[in-house]
C-alpha cells in the first residue's frame, strides 16, 4: 500500500467514526426556529480540526465535566454543516459534487468555524471557481460579494 492508500483508509475509518452513534460525545444543534437538525460528534476531532470549536469546547469542559456537550450554530444551514462536519472528520471535500452556491456557503461557514486547512484551500477552491463557474459568478456577484 502506498501513502495516498493509507491516508484514503484512514478517511474511510474517521468518516465510519463520524456515523457511529454509539461512541460520541457532543451535540451540535444547527439552524435556526424554521430547520434546526442535531448532529453527533465527537469532542477531540472537533477540538483538533477547528479553532472556534476549541474555544467553545474548552469553555463548555470547564463547567460540564463527564457530561454530553451540547453546541447551537443557528448562522449555519444544515446541509452546509453536514459538508463541513464530513470535511472536518475526512479531511477531504469534492467540489464537483455541489453546486457554486454551497460551496461558497462552505467556505464562509468554514471560515467563522476556524478550519485553517479550509482556509489555507481557499486559493485552490478560487481558482477552480475561476474555471469551472465564471458565469454563474458573475450573474450572483452579490453573494459572493457577501
Known sequence: MDDKELLLKL????LEILNDDEYYDVTIEVGN???????RAHMVILHYRSTYL??????????????????KLQNILSEIFQIILR???SGRITLEEY?????IKVLVAGSELGLQE?????SYIQSFL????????EQNFNLIYQ
Open 130 to 137: 475561476i474555471k469551472t463557474k465564471a458565469n454563474w459568478m
Open 99 to 103: 453546486d457554486t452556491s454551497d460551496i
Open 33 to 39: 426556529d424554521s430547520y434546526i437538525k442535531i448532529f
Open 11 to 14: 478517511s474511510q475509518s474517521l
Open 118 to 122: 479550509l482556509i489555507t484551500y481557499f
Open 87 to 89: 470535511y472536518i472528520y
Open 54 to 71: 476549541r474555544r467553545i469546547l474548552s469553555t463548555n469542559k470547564r463547567k460540564n465535566e463527564g457530561t454530553l456537550f451540547h453546541i
